[in-house]
């Protein structure tokens, strides 16, 4: 197993300058990161407090999956991410062991990271989220 720590927790948010402000005051700290993530159709925000990192996640558009969390759900805990070393064989050991995976190869994902995301009927409703640093191209 690769599993190298708790990456970051996501919170969906429905209006994320008013969320920003709250993550602020309470954190003390502004975000250090915001981009469109438009494979999820999310704009996200990123807070980091010593190594722990909270990303917001708002719906850029009604069929985000954030924006179907929301209509189900209220405000608040989307997903936890942890770190790997090796994410296609993270994947493919999760899926030997009779996991369901919502993706089976890494996409793109925010923050520089290529993500998967096992799906939450097989962690007890936790939706899980792989990630791992996007590869360099080396010369």
Known sequence: MSLKRIEHIGIAVKDIEASNKIFNDVLGTGAYKSEIVESEGVLTSFFQVG?????LL?????ASPIAKFLEKNKEGIHHIA????NIQDEINRLI???YTMIHEKPKDGADN????????KDSNGVLVELCQEKPTMGV
Do not use: D, R
């Open 58 to 62: 708002q719906a850029t558009h009604a």
């Open 82 to 85: 942890f770190e790997v070393e």
């Open 51 to 55: 190594p722990n990192k909270i990303e």
């Open 96 to 98: 030997q062991l009779g």
């Open 113 to 120: 990271k290529i993500i998967a995301f096992l799906h939450p």
